[in-house]
Structure formats: C-alpha cells, structure tokens
C-alpha cells in the first residue's frame, strides 16, 4: 500500500507535482484525506512481527535444562520397562516438559506483543498542514498529497518532494550507509534518470533531518517508499535478551554440571556401600530433577513484563527489555533543563530595552496580560527616554524571528504549535496588539539562518520595501528593502553589534555600554529566567554576508518554572545514593538559579561552561564530573564526553535527551532516555526508554521499579533455588543412610518445582516494594544475583531444610512400605509454602502486612489445596504414587513444616537484633 501514481517527482517542478497530486500548498481537506487513506492504507511498514511461532516454541525445548530432563524421562522410561511397568514417570514428565515448554511460549509470546504494543505507542507524530492550518497527527495518517514541515530532529516520515528549504540537512545512512549529511534544495529540476541517492529534491522515509528545515509535498507511504522496498527484503526484528537472563542460561549449565558431579558421587558412595544398582540409578535420576529450577525463565519472564506494565502505567515506556534490571543499578541521572526539571511552558515575564524594564503580566500561554514600564539606571553619557516604538520593533523582530505559531483551541484555551521558547515571543507579541499571524503574512521571510546549537542564533531576512518596521531605526534605514533579524544567546548577539538604541535614537555601542548589557543579562539569567537578544540590520541583503554590524534592539527573559514534583524527586534521589546532574544550554546563572530551586546545588554552587569542558583533558574531565552537579552553554555533543567521563569513574549512567545529536550520548548511557513530547525519532529509536511525560520525576519513579523488579527477582530465586537444594540434599542422603527407595520420583520433583515453588514464585514476582527501597545504595555494577549475602542464604538455608526434612524421613522410615516416602514428599511440598511466607521480607513476618501481597496468601492456599488433593483424590494419588495420611501423620508433617518456618523467622529476628546491636554500640 502507499504507492501513488508512477511519476518521476524529481523530474518535475513543485507546481507541477502538486498538481500531479491534485494537492495544493494549504493542503488537503479532512475528506480528502480519508479517502485517500482508505484507498492507499496506513502509513506503515510491515515489518516483521519479531520470531516466528514455531522459533519461539523451539526455543523452550532447546535449552539445557529441558534437554536433561528429556534425558531422564528416556531412562525413565528404559528401566519401568526393564521392569515390566508402566513408564508413567516417563511419560508425565514428558507431559510437563511439554507444558513448561508450552507456558514458555505463552509468556515469551506475550512478552513480545506487548512490546510490539509498546513500540506502536511510540508512533512518530509529525506536522501536516490540513484544512489550511498546520496540525500535528501520527505519522500512520500521512497520505500522498499531503504538505508536511519538517525541521532538525526529525525522522522523515514518507518519501517527499520538497517545496521549501532551508539550510536543510539530511543523514540518509538508512538508505545508503553513509553518515555524511546530504543539503537539500527544492528548486531542483533533475533528469528522470537520476538514481535515488542523488536526488537532492527529495526526502525518503527513515532519513534524518539533522540541520535547517524544509517543507514537502507527501509522494508515498507505508510500503511504496524506498525504505518499504528495502524491508521487503530483509527481516528487521530481532530479540533481546537481559543479562540477567543470560546469567540464567550460565547459572542452567552449572546446575546441570553440578548435578551430575554430584550423581557420580552419590553412585561411587553407594556402590562402596553395595547399595542395589537400580536403585541408585533411580535417585540419580529424581537427582537430576530435583537440582533444576523447571519454573525460574517463566518466572523471570513474567516478572519482567509486570515491570514493563507497571513502568507504563507511571508514564516510562520501556523499548529494550534490558533496561528494566539496569534501572536498579543507576548511580547518575544526567538530565536536560527545559521540560524535563521545568514545564516547558516558557512565558515573558520582562523586556529590557533602551534603559527602561518593561514588566509582562499574566499565565502560561494566554494572550491576557499587561506591561508596565520603569526606569533603570543607565550607563553614563547615554540619553534617557521613552522607549515605546523600540519595544514595538523588539516585539515584531521575536515574532518574525521565529516558527511557532499561537492559537486558540476549540474549549477556548490556548497554546502554540512549535518550540516553546519561540511561541512565548508570539503570546507576549499579542499581549501588546501585534497579531502573529496578520504580521507574518504582511512581511514575507526571504531567507533565514535556522538555530543551532553551534551558532547560539536564528537569523532572518524580511522584505520590508517601504521600510515600515524600521521607524525606530532612524533615517539609516531609509528606502531599505530588506532587514534583517537576529536572535540568541546575548553574549552572542552582542557580539555582532556595533549600534543600539537609547532614549535619542541609535547610537555606536561602545564597550561599557555592552558590558551593561552583558551586566543585564546576567542580572536576569540569576534570577532564572532565560534571555534572549534581539538585533537587526537594514541594508542587509543575504545569509552570504557576515552577521555583525547590527543594531541591538533589546531583551526578552522567560521563565519556564520547575516542575513541582521535581524537588522531590530529586531528594529521593540523594536518598537512594544517586547523583541527578542538569546539562543545559541555557545561561549558567539560569542553571544555577533552577539547580537551587530544586535542589541540586546551593546559590553559590559550581556550574561548568561548554567551553571549560572543551579545553579539559580527559583526566580533568573525570575530576570535574566527579564534583560538579550543573552543566551550562553544553552543546548536545559535549554530553557524550560527560557520559565516557562518569562512566570511566565507575558510575551506571542514565541520560536524557531530545534532538538527533544526543543521540550518541543516549546510546553510550547505561540507560538512554528519549523524551515522548518534545524528543526527536532519532533520540526515541537510540534510547532504552521514552518518558511518556518528558518529567524528571519519571525517571526517578522508573528507578524504583526497576529496583523492586530486581528485588523481587532476587526473592524468589533464593526462594526457589534455596528448596532444591534441600531437594537434592535430601534425596542424595536416602542411599547414604541405608534407606531402601527413592524418596522422591522425578514426577513427583516436577510437581514441587514447577507447582510448588512456581505458583507461590509468581505471587513473589508481585510483591509490592518495601519502605526504604529508595533510601538503599544501588546494585553494583555487574553484580551477581547471587552477591550480597543471596548466594550463603541459598546453600545455609538448604542445608536446614534438608536436615530438617532428613529428620523426618528416618522418623518416618519405620513406617511400612513407601508410606515414609509420602511423608517426605508432604513435609517438603508443605516447608515450601512457609518459605515462600518468609521469603517475602527480611524483616519478620510480623513487621509485615499481612495482606500487601494477598496473590502470595492465595498460591499458598492453592499450592496447599492442590497437595491434598494428591493425597486423597483415588486417581491422582495413584498416578502421583502417593498413600493417604492418617490425622496423625498429617500433623508430624505440619509439624516438621512449622519447625523450618519458625527456624526461617528466628534467623531473621536474631540478625535483626545484631543488626540493632552493633548500632547501638
């Protein structure tokens, strides 16, 4: 779908591939569209859904774990028929086999939907002109025929031929490999035979606008652009895998190793005791079993899915899976200023032109408001006056200076369409009269310099022929047909002027009278408000003459406040032994005041300029990032060298980002973060995560849930792992002590592995977060999941709960027949469920809600339930070779249950009061 009819679009002019559209400049109309939509389709690739469902289901049975149990059934099986029995234990293993390969693949099927499900909720959005006015839609609604605005940061959303340009710039490396930008002009006419790569008249979907800005006439969508030609050709989705789980897939082979050292032990001890040869063989085999934890990938799975959901119910969508774990390991948050620690919801709050401060009243983005003027001390030797007609000129240039355009929506409220720093000039433009829209169409923009990071200004060309905006200029500007205007950073405007206007007119600026100027900027910036110069030039013909020789015209400063939950998040994060650092464009005196303002550094704190960074060696470098927590004038580049920095300081770095050169410093971040609203595709596709709110308090929410999602990983594994090694323990030490049997078959040890401890293991998965979980220091870097203390707590609790169970087994063993082996298999299933209870916390269980986690209170009632019903329902305790238990007997496996229960809780409240001890003393 997508193609529009065959037409060589570089061949032709714009007017006449407008009109091979039947489209025109104001663009299509609402109906138009949707009929074209119907009849072309969605603007989207078809690209692979990820592995197929015979790959994913493969998979399950390919790992090691399984391949040994398929091993044991089929010696299962060979020794029921040496013994002329019915291999039921063969067989129901390989049932459960199938079942946990099966549950496998639901949830790894699931997993991958919903990802995909995330993936489309990050549909690139783009500006359309529809109905005659410019919109914002989802990329998916473009059609061909449709007039698109594209600007630096952008991803090309469909082939295009271009109608304006701009210093337009575009990174076509999706279609040819190559990094180098290719410059764009609309006025070509090329040969029909130009090759796709040198068509410089035209956008293809995927490439990147990395400078100036454009407009375009939509030529194909979905499948009938290039890139959809090249994806028909290739598969471009792949899978991931978290390091955890690639821990898991180590921790399989040792356990699997391990278990067969251990077997070949067990069988050398038991011949020197000349115990019967099948029956060894028979333990070796419920061995084999018992040391591999069939449900933990589920689990693991499942657990990390919860925590993609719950990441985006709190506004953080997660796009690579393992971001999830390394969000529990971030040291450093690196964050951007505007929008993310601020509203992004810029407003003028004053105006300093000639030697007056003219004060702006009112809020957000409504036009209402009123300016009062004062006075202010003026440089010696300059003359005093009113400066109405400047301010009116310094309003005209902020609106002709910029793209963003203010409006009215349909509940009466109003916002912009655009950046919000350029939008703020067009609200404070109305609050005085000065219509954006009648203004704009009155002075035509012949040329324009676009901002970039590098330059610190914007500059126009506006046809003024009868010199109507330059009355403020003086005769200087007389007859003038041009003029041009500037904005940026004042330090940088002010270098390119040589003129302003006071009280008497315009007068050469001399040094004293820019370090004023400076001196005023500098007095805004401290009060954080970010200012803008403004600066023009009559007589000024086109972007190929040099910028200086300008007459200033004034500031404007604009407050953007911080966000009211950001002071907090930012506490938080000192709490939890994590450092948030703001890297900003903005003026150092506007980062250190809003730094203040939340938190991140005292009013007199140390703010490091772009220009510091760029003279610092790389030992220097890392010596200033271990100390300084704000960033000032840092072009988007810089940020890649304060990442390496961090990171070769030993940090686990998260940074955020926006436009398409932060794209290197999202990719070299342990956790890259694209912002949703305001951030670029480029940025979206390098990051592992986009907040969906673009808030600094996200990030800090996302950090707790990856924290909880890799405690609750760490409980259930010590949990799961610590009951099979009581498992192994145990069955190891029957031959051992001169019991004759097994005390456990291999079905019954995938009964407790994959019931038993698997149910009760998922309820851990959603255990909610204790108190403190922000107020602990960060995993370490590469840690195992074992480390702190998890690894002692798996062997010491296994070794109790097999001497425990041992207990049992020898009281139990004068029981006739195989009745003991029922005990065992009781007393093990039951001492599980308390586990499970006391795994949930470190603390007692009586410091614990009880119903927090009610999902845990019902798998342990399940469980519980369903082991019963193996011991008193005819046909499962035949299939399962179990005997009913006397009242009695019952309650000596409740008994011994209790005594691991209450050993679990009197370990926690004796290192609770060593704990308390040692801190008292």
Not at 59 to 87: G, K, R, T
């Amino acid at each position: 779908m997508g193609k529009s009819p065959e037409f060589q679009w570089h061949a032709f002019a714009p007017g006449a591939c407008l009109e091979q559209l039947k489209a025109s400049r104001d663009g299509l109309t609402t109906a138009e569209t949707a009929r074209r939509l119907a009849a072309f389709g969605p603007n989207k690739l078809e690209l692979s859904e990820g592995r197929s469902a015979w790959q994913i289901l493969w998979d399950q049975f390919s790992n090691v774990m399984l391949i040994m149990l398929l091993a044991v059934a089929a010696v299962s099986a060979a020794v029921s028929l040496h013994q002329q029995e019915f291999p039921k234990d063969a067989i129901a293993i390989l049932v459960i086999v199938v079942l946990n390969g099966l549950l496998g693949y639901l949830q790894e099927s699931k997993a991958q939907q919903a990802l995909l499900a995330l993936r489309d909720m990050a549909q690139p959005m783009v500006q359309v002109r529809r109905d005659g006015q410019w919109q914002r839609v989802g990329s998916e609604e473009l059609v061909p025929g449709d007039v698109i605005r594209l600007e630096a940061g952008d991803r090309v959303p469909a082939d295009a031929r271009l109608l304006e340009a701009a210093d337009l710039g575009v990174r076509e490396a999706a279609l040819t490999g190559e990094a180098e930008a290719v410059f764009k002009k609309a006025e070509l006419v090329l040969e029909e035979a130009t090759p796709v790569l040198e068509r410089q008249n035209c956008l293809f979907q995927g490439t990147e606008v990395v400078r100036g800005r454009g407009v375009a006439l939509v030529s194909a969508t979905g499948m009938g652009t290039e890139l959809g030609q090249i994806a028909e050709l290739i598969n471009t989705a792949g899978g991931e895998s978290t390091p955890l789980q690639e821990r898991l897939d180590g921790l399989a082979k040792v356990l699997v190793g391990s278990a067969l050292a251990l077997v070949a032990v067990v069988v050398v001890l038991g011949l020197l005791l000349k115990q019967d040869p099948l029956n060894l063989l028979e333990v070796s085999l419920s061995m084999a079993v018992a040391i591999v934890p069939e449900g933990l990938p589920a689990v693991i799975t499942v657990t990390l899915a919860i925590g993609t959901q719950r990441m985006v119910r709190r506004s953080a969508l997660i796009r690579r899976l393992p971001a999830v774990e390394g969000l529990g390991s971030v040291t450093v948050i690196c964050s951007d200023k505007t929008g993310t620690l601020t509203q992004n919801r810029q407003v003028v709050q004053e105006l300093r032109v000639g030697t007056e401060r003219v004060s702006v009243s009112g809020q957000g983005y409504d036009p209402s408001g009123s300016m009062t003027a004062s006075d202010i001390e003026a440089p010696a030797g300059v003359s005093a006056g009113s400066a109405v007609g400047t301010r009116t000129l310094l309003l005209q240039a902020g609106v002709l200076c910029s793209d963003a355009e203010h409006k009215q929506l349909a509940d009466g409220s109003w916002d912009i369409l655009g950046d919000p720093t350029e939008g703020a000039l067009s609200v404070v433009a109305l609050k005085a009269g000065i219509d954006d829209f009648e203004l704009r169409s009155h002075y035509r923009r012949a040329a324009e310099i676009p901002f970039s990071s590098e330059r610190q200004l914007m500059a126009v060309w506006i046809e003024d022929p009868r010199a109507e905006l330059q009355g403020p200029l003086g005769s200087s500007a007389s007859g003038s047909a041009r003029l041009l205007i500037s904005k940026g950073a004042p330090e940088v405007i002010l270098g390119l002027c040589d003129r302003w206007i006071d009280g008497s007119g315009v007068v050469a600026l001399n040094e004293g009278q820019r370090q004023w100027w400076l001196d005023q900027a500098r007095d805004l910036a401290g009060s954080g408000l970010r200012v803008l110069a403004f600066a023009c030039a009559p007589h000024h013909h086109s972007p190929d003459e040099e910028l200086e020789g300008q007459v200033l015209l004034g500031l404007m400063a604009q407050l953007d406040p911080a966000r009211p939950e950001v002071a907090t998040a930012v506490a938080t994060c000192r709490q939890a032994g994590i450092r948030p650092v703001m890297i900003t464009g903005d003026h150092p005196l506007t980062a250190r005041a809003i730094g203040s303002a939340i938190g991140l550094t005292d009013a007199a704190g140390e703010v490091i300029l772009g220009r510091e960074l760029e003279a610092m060696d790389e030992p220097e470098l890392r010596e200033a990032v271990a100390r300084c927590s704000v960033y000032a004038r840092v072009a988007p580049e810089q940020k890649l060298r304060i990442v390496k920095a961090l990171q070769a300081n030993g940090q686990v770095v998260a940074m955020t980002g926006d436009g398409v050169n932060d794209a290197p410093a999202l990719k070299q971040a342990h956790i890259g973060v694209a912002m949703g609203i305001t951030g670029t595709e480029v940025s979206k596709e390098a990051a592992d995560m986009v907040l969906l709110d673009d808030n600094f308090a996200t990030i800090v929410n996302a950090v707790e849930e990856g924290r909880l999602v890799y405690a609750n990983i760490r409980r259930f594994v010590k949990y799961i792992l610590g009951s099979n090694v009581g498992e192994l323990i145990t069955i190891a030490s029957a031959p051992l002590l001169g019991l004759v049997g097994v005390p456990l078959s291999p079905l019954q040890i995938l009964w407790m592995n994959l019931v038993t401890d698997g149910v009760p293991a998922l309820a851990l998965a959603l255990e909610p977060g204790e108190e403190g979980l922000m107020q602990k220091a960060p995993a370490e870097p590469g840690e195992s999941i074992f480390a702190r203390g998890i690894g002692r707590y798996i062997i010491r609790i296994g070794i109790v709960f097999a001497v425990i169970v041992i207990g049992l087994m020898l009281y139990a063993s004068g029981h006739s027949g195989d009745h003991w082996k029922t005990m065992v298999f009781t007393t093990l299933c039951l001492a599980q469920m308390g586990h499970a209870l006391s795994a949930r916390s470190d603390l007692p269980l009586l410091q614990v809600a009880a119903f927090s986690n009610p999902w845990l209170i019902w798998a342990v009632l399940l469980t519980t339930g369903l082991q019963l019903l193996l011991l008193y329902v005819p046909v499962l305790s035949n299939f399962f070779g179990t005997t009913a238990l006397s009242g009695a007997d019952l309650g000596v496996c409740v008994g011994f249950s209790l005594l691991f229960f209450l050993y679990l809780e009197l370990e926690k409240i004796w290192r609770l009061w060593r704990r308390q001890a040692s801190s008292d003393a």
